[in-house]
C-alpha cells in the first residue's frame, strides 16, 4: 500500500469544534500544514469559519482575517496586493470557503478575481449544501439528494464549478479528496508553486448533512472517486486536463448507498445517476485526449 | 503597526479547549491475532515473520519462526497448512502461500547456516525424550533452548522418526531434515541411537535417570486391513514399503500395485511406487473431495499417472497364476463426527474387479498401548495424558501421534512445544507456563481492503511430470526471491501494526501520537469518531466503549 506522506508541521491545533470525524478538518489539516507558515488564511462563513476560530481563540496557526460570504476571493486579492506593497510576496494567501461562498454568495467576487488573474490560491471545501446552518441546498447540492430545503430530493444538477472556472483560463485547478491525501499535498504543493489564480475543490462528505457515520468520511470520499462522481482532476490554463485517478471501478450504486441523503433512490433513479456520471466521466476523457 | 491584544484578534489557541469529554468510545492498539495463529498447530505468530519479510529481515523473520518450531524448511514443505484455510485472504482473492513463505525463510537460514544461540543458563535438571520424531525432537529443542539436559533415545539408526522413515524424499529432501535436526543436536542434545526402551522395566529405570521422561514414539503399529493375508508375498504393508524405498532398497514387488488407502500415507506410498517405474491405482474408501490427503498431493498424484478409485472397497482377493483379481465394491460413505470417523454401506450391484501384482495396504497406524504394560493408562485408540501432557504416571509425560488422533507432522511439533514447557515447569516451577491465544481471531470485515489489491496468489514452481517420474528430486520448488518478497506483501497482517501511520494522518483532531514503535491516543482531544479504525488496514485498532475522559 501506498503511504501517506508529508510533513506534520502542528498548523492546524487539536480543540477545534469540528463534529467527530469531519472530514473538513481533515482537509484543512492537509492544505495548512502543506502550504506552511509563510501565509495568511481568508475565512469566509462557514463551517470553517467555526472550525478556524471561535472567539477569542483560534486553531490555525496562520493568520486568517474572518471575512464576509460574499466576498471571500476578494478580501484574499487586497490581503495579496497589500502583502505585496509591504515586499511580502511570497506569502501564500489562502481563501477558505465552502460551496456556498464558492457556488453561490461568492461567484461574483471569484469570478472578479479569476478574471484579474489575483495570486490567491482558493480553496472551497465542497461539502454541497448549507450544512453550517442545518442543511440546505446549494447550487453544489447534487441531483436527487434530500436536503433540508429539498426534502423530495433536489431537481437539479450540481454546478458544475470546474466549467465555469476553466472557463477563466487560470492557471490552476484542481479537485481533491481525502481518501487520497498524497495526491492532495501534491495539489497544494503545485498550486502554491504557481502565480496567477489557483482554485482547489475538495469534496468533504459532511457527517450530518450527507446521513453518514462518523468513521465513514475517507470511505465515502474514496467510493466518490472510485465510482467517477467526483473526479480527481487537474485543468492547466483552462485547457489542458491530467486525470489523477484514471480508472472507475465502482458503480454509483455503492456510493449513495452509504449516504441518506439517498436513502429514497429507485433503483432507475440510481441507474439515472451511473448515466449521468458515465456521460461526464467519457466527455472529461475526451477533453484529456484533446491535450 | 501596534499589535496590542484587541477584542477583535484571538489571544490563544483552540488546545484549552479539550474535545475529548465529546467522547464515547476510544480507539484501542490491540494487536490482537490473527486468525491463522489460532489455526497454526505451533501457535506461530505469522503476521509477524511474514511483516519481518516484507522488510527484508529475513533472519529476524526465521527467529520468530523457530521460536515455536525448530523446522521451517520441513514444515514449509509438508506442513497441511490449516493457516492457508483460516487465512483471511481467501475472502478477498486467495490465501497467502504461508507454506512456500515459510520454506523461503528456513531454506534462507540453512543457506547462511544460522544456528540457535547457546542459552543463557543452563539447568542441572535433566530430561529424556524417548523417540527422535517431530514430538521427540521439538521438545528436545525447546528444552534445550531453556538449558535443560536433554538426551534423546531413538531405536532407529538415525533421528527424524516418521520424517525420515515416512515421508518420501520428493517431498521432503533428507539434506534438509538431517539439516534442521543438526542444528537442534548442535545445541547441545545427547543423542542415543540404536536405544529401544521397549518395555515397562526400560520406561521405570529412565525414568528414575531423570527429572522427567517425554515419550514420543509415535504410532507404529499398522492398521490391519481385514480380510486381506499379510502372509502372502503380494502384501506388503504400507509403512514397511516406504521405510524400505526411504532407506534404498530396491522394490521387489510387480508391475502393477493396488494401494489402498487414500491418507497421505498412501498417496506416499503410490508416489513412490511410481517413480520406481510401477502403475499405480489408488483405492479409497472415500469419494474424491473426502480423500483425507492434502488436495496438492492428490493433484500431483493424478498428475504423475496414478489411478484414482474412490469410494469404494476391497471385498476379497483371488490370486491366480498371472496375478490377483481384486474384488471390489462401491460404498456409500459417511463421514463421521470426528476426523477418521466414518460409516459404510456397501452398494448393491456395483461389484467390479481390479487387477494387480501385489497390494500395498496403507490405512493409518495405531499408538501401542501395551509395550509399557500397565504403567500408563490409555484413553481410547492413545496414551491418557492430563492438560500436561502428564501421563498417569507421574513424571512421565507423553506427545505425538502416541497421544492424539491429530495426525500431522506440525501437530505433533505443537505438542512437543507445549509438552516440553510443561516439563520444564514440572522439573523447575519458575519457568513460565504455555499460554493459548486465547483472544477472537481478527475477522475479515475489520480489515479496510481498500489497502489491499486482489491480484491473486503467487505459487512456486513445480518440476514438469516427466521430470518428476525420473527421480526422487523435490517437486516443489522454492519461490523465487521476487515471489517471495511479492507473496509476502499480500499479507493482511491481521490484527498487527504495520506502522503505515494511516491512523495517524487521518485523524482530523491531531489525537494520535507517534511513538518509535506504534501510536499513543490524546485522549484530551480525541472525538471518539473511529476513522483510525476504519482506515487501518490491517484491523489492529478497536473501538472501545469509554465514557469517561
Known amino acids: ?291 | 503597526m501596534s499589535r496590542e491584544p484587541s477584542f477583535l484578534w484571538s489571544n490563544s489557541t483552540s488546545e484549552g479547549r479539550l474535545t475529548g469529554t465529546w467522547r464515547t468510545a476510544s480507539p484501542d492498539y490491540r494487536n490482537l491475532p490473527s486468525p491463522c495463529l489460532g489455526a497454526c498447530p505451533v501457535n506461530g505468530r505469522i503476521a509477524t515473520w511474514i511483516g519481518q519479510v516484507t522488510k527484508g529481515d529475513y533472519h529476524g523473520a526465521w527467529t520468530t519462526l523457530v521460536d515455536n518450531n525448530p523446522f521451517p524448511s520441513i514444515a514449509g514443505r509438508i506442513c497441511h497448512h490449516p493457516c492457508e484455510t483460516a487465512c483471511n485472504r481467501v475472502e478477498h482473492d486467495e490465501a497467502v502461500s504461508i507454506c512456500a513463505l515459510e520454506r523461503y525463510v528456513g531454506d534462507q537460514a540453512l543457506e547462511e547456516n544460522w544456528q540457535y544461540p547457546k542459552p543463557e543458563t543452563m539447568h542441572d535438571q535433566s530430561v529424556a525424550i524417548v523417540g527422535g520424531g517431530p514430538a521427540g525432537l521439538s521438545a528436545a529443542y525447546q528444552l534445550a533452548r531453556r538449558g535443560f539436559r536433554v538426551s534423546i533415545y531413538e531405536s532407529q539408526a538415525q533421528l527424524g522418526g516418521l520424517l525420515r522413515y515416512g515421508i518420501p524424499s520428493y517431498r521432503l529432501d533428507k539434506s534438509i531434515l538431517d539439516a534442521e535436526i543438526a542444528r537442534i543436536v548442535n545445541l547441545g542434545v545427547t543423542v542415543h541411537l540404536n536405544t529401544s526402551i521397549a518395555d515397562k522395566g526400560g520406561l521405570e529405570a529412565l525414568r528414575a535417570e531423570h527429572d522427567a521422561v517425554f515419550l514420543a514414539t509415535g504410532a507404529t503399529k499398522s492398521k490391519v486391513l481385514p480380510g486381506l493375508d499379510y502372509s502372502q508375498p503380494w502384501v506388503r504393508d504400507g509403512a514397511k514399503f516406504l521405510a524400505q524405498t526411504n532407506a534404498g532398497e530396491a522394490c521387489d514387488l510387480g508391475r502393477h500395485l493396488v494401494v489402498i488407502g487414500g491418507g497421505s500415507a498412501g498417496i506416499d506410498v503410490a508416489r513412490t511406487a511410481r517413480r520406481l517405474g510401477r502403475d499405480v491405482t489408488v483405492l479409497a474408501l472415500e469419494p474424491d473431495d473426502l480423500l483425507p490427503a492434502q488436495r496438492t498431493e492428490v493433484v500431483e498424484a493424478r498428475e504423475e499417472g496414478i489411478r484414482f478409485v474412490c469410494g469404494a472397497m476391497m471385498q476379497k482377493v483371488d490370486a491366480g497364476a498371472d496375478g490377483l483379481t481384486i474384488n471390489c465394491v462401491e460404498v456409500a460413505f459417511t463421514p463421521g463426527a470426528a476426523r477418521g470417523q466414518f460409516t459404510i454401506a456397501p452398494v448393491d450391484g456395483s461389484a467390479f474387479t481390479l487387477a494387480a501384482d501385489a497390494i500395498i495396504p496403507s490405512i493409518g497406524q495405531d499408538a501401542d498401548l501395551k509395550k509399557y504394560g500397565d504403567l500408563l493408562d490409555s484413553a481410547g485408540p492413545v496414551i491418557a495424558h492430563d492438560e500436561n501432557w502428564q501421563t498417569s504416571s507421574p513424571g512421565i509425560f507423553a506427545g505425538g501421534d502416541l497421544t492424539s488422533m491429530d495426525r500431522f507432522v506440525t501437530e505433533a511439533i505443537g505438542m512437543g512445544k507445549e509438552a516440553a514447557m510443561a516439563i520444564a515447569r514440572f522439573v523447575d516451577p519458575e519457568q513460565p507456563a504455555f499460554v493459548k491465544p486465547s483472544d477472537p481471531a481478527v475477522p475479515f470485515k475489520v480489515i479496510n481492503t481498500a489497502y489491499h489489491s486482489a491480484d491473486g496468489r503467487e505459487s512456486p514452481a513445480h518440476v514438469a511430470v516427466e521430470q518428476r517420474l525420473q527421480s526422487f528430486g523435490e517437486v516443489q520448488q522454492r519461490f523465487t526471491k521476487a515471489a517471495a518478497e511479492i507473496e509476502a506483501k499480500r499479507c493482511f497482517s491481521c490484527g498487527t501494526c504495520i506502522y503505515c501511520d494511516n491512523c495517524y494522518f487521518y485523524c482530523p483532531d491531531m489525537a494520535i501520537t507517534k511513538l518509535d514503535q506504534g501510536y499513543e491516543v490524546k485522549l484530551d482531544y480525541c472525538k471518539g469518531c473511529g476513522l483510525c479504525v476504519a482506515e487501518c488496514p490491517t484491523g489492529a485498532i478497536n473501538m472501545a466503549e469509554d465514557l469517561g475522559r
Not at chain 1, 444538477?157 to 466549467?163: F, G, H, Q, T
Open chain 1, 1 to 291: 500500500m501506498e503511504k501517506i506522506e508529508y510533513e506534520e508541521k502542528g498548523q492546524l491545533y487539536s480543540g477545534h469544534v469540528a463534529c467527530a470525524g469531519c472530514a473538513e478538518a481533515l482537509s484543512l489539516r492537509v492544505v495548512l500544514n502543506t502550504v506552511g507558515q509563510d501565509a495568511v488564511g481568508v475565512v469566509a462563513p462557514s463551517c470553517l469559519a467555526v472550525i478556524c476560530g471561535a472567539h477569542p481563540t483560534s486553531s490555525v496557526k496562520i493568520p486568517v482575517f474572518h471575512t464576509t460570504i460574499e466576498s471571500c476571493a476578494a478580501t484574499a486579492s487586497g490581503v495579496k496586493r497589500a502583502l505585496d506593497k509591504q515586499g511580502k510576496s511570497q506569502t501564500t494567501v489562502l481563501g477558505l470557503a465552502g460551496d456556498g461562498g464558492t457556488y453561490d454568495i461568492g461567484l461574483q467576487s471569484l469570478s472578479s478575481a479569476a478574471e484579474r488573474n489575483e495570486d490567491i490560491l482558493y480553496v472551497c471545501f465542497d461539502n454541497e449544501g448549507y450544512m453550517n446552518t442545518g442543511g440546505q441546498k446549494s447550487s453544489s447540492t447534487p441531483e436527487k439528494a434530500v436536503t433540508g430545503s429539498t426534502p423530495a430530493g433536489k431537481t437539479t444538477r450540481k454546478k458544475n464549478m470546474i466549467d465555469i472556472l476553466a472557463a477563466h483560463r487560470i492557471p490552476y485547478i484542481a479537485t481533491a479528496s481525502p481518501s487520497h491525501i498524497n495526491d492532495m499535498v501534491a495539489k497544494v504543493e503545485k498550486a502554491k508553486a504557481i502565480r496567477g489564480t489557483k482554485v482547489l475543490v475538495i469534496l468533504v462528505p459532511c457527517l450530518p448533512g450527507w446521513g453518514i457515520g462518523d468513521n465513514a468520511m475517507v470511505k465515502t470520499s474514496r467510493l466518490a472517486v472510485e465510482s467517477g462522481v467526483f473526479p480527481l482532476f487537474e485543468v492547466e490554463d483552462g485547457t489542458r486536463y491530467i486525470m489523477n485517478h484514471t480508472t472507475k471501478t465502482q458503480p454509483v450504486a455503492e456510493y449513495v448507498k452509504l449516504q441518506k441523503r439517498y436513502k429514497h433512490l429507485s433503483e432507475d433513479d440510481i441507474a439515472g445517476l451511473q448515466a449521468e456520471v458515465d456521460y461526464d466521466w467519457d466527455r472529461l476523457h475526451r477533453r484529456v485526449a484533446q491535450n
